[in-house]
């Protein structure tokens, strides 16, 4: 796995944020808890979690919207620095979740897609950047007549499309998608994923899919990545961590997916965990998932169980590693 | 589920068969139109203009400013002239009803056979046209309000601004020294710098002299303790827009923090900076008019709105149109400028847009 | 065949704003049996929340429902007092929103909250609203109810506050429970609680259920009966089955098609192409023609009218009838 280069090589990324609790006392909350992982050139990463597991908080740390507590990120080779980040952020872009909020309603779309143009100086006069522009809107199937009206005037997934259009104009090797897809519209929805992976196909970008909606992370993926309360729990191929899911945690979540077909719904058995996610402030010792559990045993709560191979490829995060294996015989996706 | 719904057989013998054709894409086209592409500044104007009051008070503010630009230029007398008949005071030119004439001057009109120019608003206890100084008391009383606002307007923008975007110990620092100046009194203040100012300025001449210390020292007040509710309120708007992915977005694009205020932040923000302007310019003439009507305002013999109400409290039983006057006026003004303010509100707050 | 509870029968809500009538529901008809759980499913301004919001008569400021009957128990409730819709409100038909985030008042407990609920509703003494209420948070997977009562709705979770919801909603024994989009807010974990408490309930209890989302997957899991809407209209209706695999609407399959596949094979999905529709600017036929591949001219010119395809399965789609045509003229000829 070494010998190839990867794009993004992230290690032991930590994002903890000061909570202030009272007078002058300040907890750490611990966002993101020692997180590690790669992508290849044009691998996309799907990266799945509940609310509050830190995995929005690991793309935004990537990017340097946060500054990191501590890990290393190195980037197609290449140690990300404070120092180094501007010129890096030409390779390294993103798409938010908010299709309404994360474009300027007082910018055209002319102006929302030419800001990167503009802040990194890509064009040499006016026509260049308008040219630029329209066929970045040409890329993502806007249509031209477009581009001086504002962002409002526009649909979910036409905004969507003109933020895909903010990131590419960079020519990014590395895109960080985060939850893309969930605010909008089944039926424009699947606009938006094929466009994801058209654009793949044709530039060659990777990218990092942070999503809660499991089969779209599925369908996207080359590989996903399951965290649980700051920490990753589960790393495989696609259809690998469906099909055989070993982390208590990857099954159970699996298997809570809706399946929008009424005779795999009535016959599957989900595995509904009990309790709530605990505050990533005060989260229990050792293992994070142990309370919620179904297997969790006593010496879950002594330390915190190490991302390890099982398979080739495989990664999980569990000390009753012997038990995996009766697990992977447990529920299926299908 | 029951049968028993409305059905029609839409099979009936006249229908046209052509009409099954598949679609072309033109035709399917035709009905996927976008609506009229608007500006949001466009559309608030539009919606400004569709609000009955707020037009009425634009009509009235506008009536009011060609009134005052204007009539000193048609109206023959001066805010501080006494009325004089051959050379000497015309002693009976005082307190003149509306459109009356003294003594001497029908005198002279029908001696002339000429028709002079009517006291409108009729004359005050020293023989001056009250008119005139009633249009000089409103330009007072607006440039005051206008300039004041403006002062606010720089400073608890530029304050305001600074402080919610740096956040952190920033912001604390920043915010508690408003938490200062808003436990001062601003009467005491204007009172004291007054006095000082007096000292300070006296003999001086130009604009200052003639407005007075006491307006110099308002002006004062205003830039150094108005400003704050300014400042709270642009600051909590930064705060609000800040928390947006577009600022997000301009991040991670790696736009600097100068173009990012300047280009996502205050343009965000500018709806809610109008409205409080607008506002606070009704609130800053009504200081201004308390302030002269208890003596602290402009220098005799320049009026002021709230001067000339306190002037007219005097003789209110024998001559109470001279209160009445630049009471209405204040009146009128204010309100105008309030329900602009409103319908300014409603036509920009994105929260009650649909 | 069971009762009819809920007979809705061509409904129309408008809303007016200041860009002119917004019609959001648009002659939508439908029914639901005791017992039964119906989902109304469809993207953002198909109407399908204005369509349960008008059966409880909660429309915000400037809607209102301007035709149509909605029979509950052959009692037309469009005519109700407004005294008779607050009964109607609280003992017959109860709602849970999406957000349990705001959907509580913050500055009471939950004890408070619920018993008021119960009070309003039944004639209990205080006592035994307290005790009514730790039964019902009991019911609804709620642990340590003597302790929760005394709580604030911050204090909880949005499973919780969900759950809190629900025994709220089911305080006065309701025989329709409306369910807005109940765990959309909510985590996919939490959703499955949720989803298998409410259809525990649903045994236990026996009321019928209305379920607006726009999540097949949900829907799929928990109806009996399913109506497509797209664009104020209802474009089909039927059974589970009948909507899943015999979908007899261009939308519904178009729908269908654009959802990743459970078994993970890669295939490029088939989106629906174009945007959604304007409500503002809508087109003299079909809702959804401008996007259907198969449009035909009339679907352009005439809103196609509803008709049987199977018993119990309904669709407006003129491709329907076109292939009614060719198979009645084959059969002619």
Same mark, same amino acid.
């Given at each position: 796995m070494s010998e190839e280069k990867m794009l993004v090589d992230v290690r032991e990324l930590k994002q903890y944020f000061p909570v202030r609790t009272g007078w002058g006392k300040v907890l750490p909350l611990?966002? #993101?808890?020692g997180v590690s992982f790669t992508i290849r050139h044009g691998e996309t990463l799907g990266l799945v979690g509940e609310s509050g597991c830190g995995k929005t908080t690991v793309g935004r740390t990537l990017l340097r919207l946060y500054k990191p507590t501590g890990g290393e990120f190195y980037f197609d080779g290449e140690l990300v620095t404070e120092k180094n980040m501007p010129s890096l952020r030409k390779q390294m872009q993103m798409v938010f979740q908010d299709p309404y909020s994360s474009?300027?309603?007082?910018?055209t779309v002319e102006d929302i897609i030419g800001e990167p143009l503009d802040v990194h100086h890509l064009y040499s006069n006016k026509a260049e950047r308008r040219e630029k522009i329209l066929s970045l809107m040409e890329t993502v199937g806007l249509?031209?007549?477009?581009?001086?009206?504002?962002?409002? *005037?526009?649909s979910g997934g036409q905004r969507q499309r003109i933020g895909i259009a903010r990131a590419l104009a960079v020519n990014p090797k590395f895109i960080v998608c985060? *939850?893309? #897809?969930?605010?909008?519209d089944v039926s424009i929805q699947a606009q938006v994923v094929n466009m994801f992976e058209e654009l793949q196909e044709k530039l060659g970008v990777a990218y990092l899919f942070i999503a809660h909606d499991l089969l779209v992370v599925r369908h996207i993926s080359h590989r996903i990545a399951v965290m649980y309360l700051g920490r990753m729990v589960e790393l495989a191929d696609a259809d690998e961590i469906y099909d055989h899911p070993m982390h208590p945690y990857s099954k159970s979540l699996l298997s809570s997916v809706p399946i929008p077909d009424p005779r795999i719904a009535r016959e599957r058995r989900r595995i509904v965990l009990s309790g709530d996610i605990p505050s990533p402030l005060n989260a229990p010792s050792g293992c994070p998932f142990r309370t919620r559990?179904?297997?969790?045993?006593?010496?879950?709560?002594e330390c915190m169980p190490e991302l390890k191979e #099982?398979?080739?490829?495989h990664f999980v995060a569990c000390h009753h590693m012997e038990d995996a294996a009766r697990m992977k015989e447990g529920v299926q996706l299908r | 589920m029951s049968e028993d719904m409305p059905k029609k057989n839409p099979l009936s013998l006249q229908i046209d068969l052509k009409k099954f054709e598949p679609a072309t894409e033109e035709e399917k086209k035709q009905q996927d139109v976008m609506s009229k592409s608007t500006t949001f500044f466009r559309d608030s104007m539009k919606k400004l203009f569709r609000n009955p009051l707020a037009v009425f008070s634009i009509i009235v503010l506008v009536l009011i400013l060609l009134v005052i630009i204007f009539a000193p230029m048609i109206v023959?007398?001066?805010?501080s002239e006494m009325l004089k008949f051959n050379g000497t005071?015309?002693?009976?030119?005082?307190? &003149? =009803?509306?459109f009356t004439y003294s003594v001497n001057e029908q005198k002279y009109m029908a001696e002339h056979g000429v028709k002079l120019f009517p006291h409108i608003f009729g004359t005050d206890e020293l023989s001056r046209d009250y008119f005139i100084r009633v249009v000089y008391g409103t330009r007072v009383s607006l440039a005051v309000g206008f300039f004041a606002s403006l002062i606010v307007l720089v400073i608890g923008v530029l304050y305001g601004s600074i402080s919610g975007y740096c956040g952190g110990r920033v912001d604390l620092i920043m915010m508690r020294i408003v938490d200062v100046i808003y436990s001062l009194p601003d009467m005491l203040v204007i009172i004291l710098l007054s006095v000082v100012l007096k000292e300070l300025l006296d003999g001086s001449t130009g604009i200052i002299a003639k407005l007075g210390t006491n307006m110099v020292s308002i002006f004062i007040v205003f830039g150094m303790l108005y400003w704050v509710g300014m400042a709270r309120l642009v600051r909590g708007q930064i705060l609000s827009v800040k928390e947006n992915e577009y600022v997000l977005a301009a991040k991670s694009i790696g736009t600097k923090s100068s173009r990012i205020v300047r280009r996502h932040i205050l343009p965000n923000c500018l709806s809610v900076i109008i409205i409080t302007t607008a506002l606070q310019i009704p609130s800053a003439i009504f200081t201004e008019s308390f302030l002269s009507f208890i003596? &602290?305002?402009? =220098?005799?013999?320049?009026?002021?709105l709230g001067s000339l109400a306190n002037n007219a409290r005097q003789g209110m039983q024998s001559y109470p149109y001279k209160l009445m006057f630049p009471a209405l006026t204040i009146c009128l003004i204010v309100l105008a400028l309030n329900l602009l303010g409103d319908g300014l509100r409603d036509a920009l707050d994105p929260k009650l847009r649909k | 065949m069971s009762e009819k509870i809920l007979d809705v029968r061509n409904l129309h809500t408008s809303f007016r704003t200041d860009a002119g009538e917004v019609?959001?529901?648009?002659?939508v008809s439908f029914n639901l049996e005791e017992g039964k759980s119906l989902g109304i499913v469809g993207e953002s301004g198909s109407g399908k929340s204005v369509t349960a919001y008008s059966i409880l008569q909660i429309?915000?400021?400037?809607?209102?429902?301007?035709g149509g009957e909605i029979l509950f128990r052959g009692e037309d409730?469009?005519?109700?007092?407004p005294q008779q819709m607050r009964q109607f409100r609280g003992k017959k038909c109860s709602i849970i929103f999406q957000d349990p985030m705001t959907s509580?008042?913050?500055?009471?407990?939950i004890g408070n909250q619920l018993m008021e609920a119960i009070l309003l509703h039944t004639d209990r003494t205080k006592k035994e609203a307290r005790d009514r209420a730790e039964e019902l948070l009991t019911l609804v997977g709620v642990n340590e109810p003597k302790r929760r009562l005394k709580?604030?709705?911050?204090?909880?979770?949005g499973g919780m506050r969900q759950r809190i919801m629900i025994a709220m909603a089911l305080s006065s024994e309701p025989d329709i429970l409306i369910a807005?989009?109940?765990?959309?807010?909510?985590d996919v974990t939490i959703q499955a609680q949720i989803l298998e408490l409410m259809q525990e309930l649903q045994k236990k209890i026996g009321m019928a259920i209305i379920m607006v989302t726009h999540d097949l997957g949900v829907i799929a899991e928990m109806c009996d009966e399913i109506i497509v809407m797209y664009g104020g209209r209802v474009c089909e209706r039927g059974s589970a089955d009948d909507i899943f695999?015999?979908?007899?609407?261009e939308y519904t399959k178009g729908l269908l098609r654009s959802i990743p596949s459970v078994n993970g094979q890669k295939e490029k999905l088939i989106p629906i192409a174009?945007?959604?529709?304007?409500l503002l600017n809508m087109?003299?036929?079909?809702?959804f023609c401008s996007r259907c591949?198969?449009?035909?001219k009339i679907c352009l010119e005439e809103v196609p009218e509803e008709e049987l395809v199977s018993p119990g399965h309904y669709a407006s789609c003129w491709l329907n009838v076109k292939k009614r045509m060719e198979g009645s003229g084959e059969a002619a000829s």
């Amino acid at each position: 796995m070494s010998e190839e280069k990867m794009l993004v090589d992230v290690r032991e990324l930590k994002q903890y944020f000061p909570v202030r609790t009272g007078w002058g006392k300040v907890l750490p909350l611990k966002a #993101v808890d020692g997180v590690s992982f790669t992508i290849r050139h044009g691998e996309t990463l799907g990266l799945v979690g509940e609310s509050g597991c830190g995995k929005t908080t690991v793309g935004r740390t990537l990017l340097r919207l946060y500054k990191p507590t501590g890990g290393e990120f190195y980037f197609d080779g290449e140690l990300v620095t404070e120092k180094n980040m501007p010129s890096l952020r030409k390779q390294m872009q993103m798409v938010f979740q908010d299709p309404y909020s994360s474009l300027n309603p007082r910018m055209t779309v002319e102006d929302i897609i030419g800001e990167p143009l503009d802040v990194h100086h890509l064009y040499s006069n006016k026509a260049e950047r308008r040219e630029k522009i329209l066929s970045l809107m040409e890329t993502v199937g806007l249509n031209a007549e477009h581009a001086t009206r504002y962002a409002h *005037e526009f649909s979910g997934g036409q905004r969507q499309r003109i933020g895909i259009a903010r990131a590419l104009a960079v020519n990014p090797k590395f895109i960080v998608c985060d *939850e893309p #897809v969930s605010a909008l519209d089944v039926s424009i929805q699947a606009q938006v994923v094929n466009m994801f992976e058209e654009l793949q196909e044709k530039l060659g970008v990777a990218y990092l899919f942070i999503a809660h909606d499991l089969l779209v992370v599925r369908h996207i993926s080359h590989r996903i990545a399951v965290m649980y309360l700051g920490r990753m729990v589960e790393l495989a191929d696609a259809d690998e961590i469906y099909d055989h899911p070993m982390h208590p945690y990857s099954k159970s979540l699996l298997s809570s997916v809706p399946i929008p077909d009424p005779r795999i719904a009535r016959e599957r058995r989900r595995i509904v965990l009990s309790g709530d996610i605990p505050s990533p402030l005060n989260a229990p010792s050792g293992c994070p998932f142990r309370t919620r559990c179904p297997y969790g045993q006593d010496d879950c709560a002594e330390c915190m169980p190490e991302l390890k191979e #099982v398979e080739s490829g495989h990664f999980v995060a569990c000390h009753h590693m012997e038990d995996a294996a009766r697990m992977k015989e447990g529920v299926q996706l299908r | 589920m029951s049968e028993d719904m409305p059905k029609k057989n839409p099979l009936s013998l006249q229908i046209d068969l052509k009409k099954f054709e598949p679609a072309t894409e033109e035709e399917k086209k035709q009905q996927d139109v976008m609506s009229k592409s608007t500006t949001f500044f466009r559309d608030s104007m539009k919606k400004l203009f569709r609000n009955p009051l707020a037009v009425f008070s634009i009509i009235v503010l506008v009536l009011i400013l060609l009134v005052i630009i204007f009539a000193p230029m048609i109206v023959p007398y001066g805010y501080s002239e006494m009325l004089k008949f051959n050379g000497t005071k015309d002693k009976t030119a005082m307190n &003149l =009803a509306p459109f009356t004439y003294s003594v001497n001057e029908q005198k002279y009109m029908a001696e002339h056979g000429v028709k002079l120019f009517p006291h409108i608003f009729g004359t005050d206890e020293l023989s001056r046209d009250y008119f005139i100084r009633v249009v000089y008391g409103t330009r007072v009383s607006l440039a005051v309000g206008f300039f004041a606002s403006l002062i606010v307007l720089v400073i608890g923008v530029l304050y305001g601004s600074i402080s919610g975007y740096c956040g952190g110990r920033v912001d604390l620092i920043m915010m508690r020294i408003v938490d200062v100046i808003y436990s001062l009194p601003d009467m005491l203040v204007i009172i004291l710098l007054s006095v000082v100012l007096k000292e300070l300025l006296d003999g001086s001449t130009g604009i200052i002299a003639k407005l007075g210390t006491n307006m110099v020292s308002i002006f004062i007040v205003f830039g150094m303790l108005y400003w704050v509710g300014m400042a709270r309120l642009v600051r909590g708007q930064i705060l609000s827009v800040k928390e947006n992915e577009y600022v997000l977005a301009a991040k991670s694009i790696g736009t600097k923090s100068s173009r990012i205020v300047r280009r996502h932040i205050l343009p965000n923000c500018l709806s809610v900076i109008i409205i409080t302007t607008a506002l606070q310019i009704p609130s800053a003439i009504f200081t201004e008019s308390f302030l002269s009507f208890i003596g &602290l305002g402009v =220098a005799a013999p320049m009026p002021s709105l709230g001067s000339l109400a306190n002037n007219a409290r005097q003789g209110m039983q024998s001559y109470p149109y001279k209160l009445m006057f630049p009471a209405l006026t204040i009146c009128l003004i204010v309100l105008a400028l309030n329900l602009l303010g409103d319908g300014l509100r409603d036509a920009l707050d994105p929260k009650l847009r649909k | 065949m069971s009762e009819k509870i809920l007979d809705v029968r061509n409904l129309h809500t408008s809303f007016r704003t200041d860009a002119g009538e917004v019609r959001a529901v648009n002659g939508v008809s439908f029914n639901l049996e005791e017992g039964k759980s119906l989902g109304i499913v469809g993207e953002s301004g198909s109407g399908k929340s204005v369509t349960a919001y008008s059966i409880l008569q909660i429309l915000t400021g400037n809607g209102r429902v301007t035709g149509g009957e909605i029979l509950f128990r052959g009692e037309d409730i469009l005519k109700y007092t407004p005294q008779q819709m607050r009964q109607f409100r609280g003992k017959k038909c109860s709602i849970i929103f999406q957000d349990p985030m705001t959907s509580l008042n913050p500055t009471f407990t939950i004890g408070n909250q619920l018993m008021e609920a119960i009070l309003l509703h039944t004639d209990r003494t205080k006592k035994e609203a307290r005790d009514r209420a730790e039964e019902l948070l009991t019911l609804v997977g709620v642990n340590e109810p003597k302790r929760r009562l005394k709580q604030y709705p911050h204090e909880l979770s949005g499973g919780m506050r969900q759950r809190i919801m629900i025994a709220m909603a089911l305080s006065s024994e309701p025989d329709i429970l409306i369910a807005d989009e109940p765990t959309t807010a909510l985590d996919v974990t939490i959703q499955a609680q949720i989803l298998e408490l409410m259809q525990e309930l649903q045994k236990k209890i026996g009321m019928a259920i209305i379920m607006v989302t726009h999540d097949l997957g949900v829907i799929a899991e928990m109806c009996d009966e399913i109506i497509v809407m797209y664009g104020g209209r209802v474009c089909e209706r039927g059974s589970a089955d009948d909507i899943f695999y015999g979908p007899a609407h261009e939308y519904t399959k178009g729908l269908l098609r654009s959802i990743p596949s459970v078994n993970g094979q890669k295939e490029k999905l088939i989106p629906i192409a174009g945007t959604p529709i304007n409500l503002l600017n809508m087109p003299k036929g079909c809702a959804f023609c401008s996007r259907c591949d198969n449009a035909l001219k009339i679907c352009l010119e005439e809103v196609p009218e509803e008709e049987l395809v199977s018993p119990g399965h309904y669709a407006s789609c003129w491709l329907n009838v076109k292939k009614r045509m060719e198979g009645s003229g084959e059969a002619a000829s």
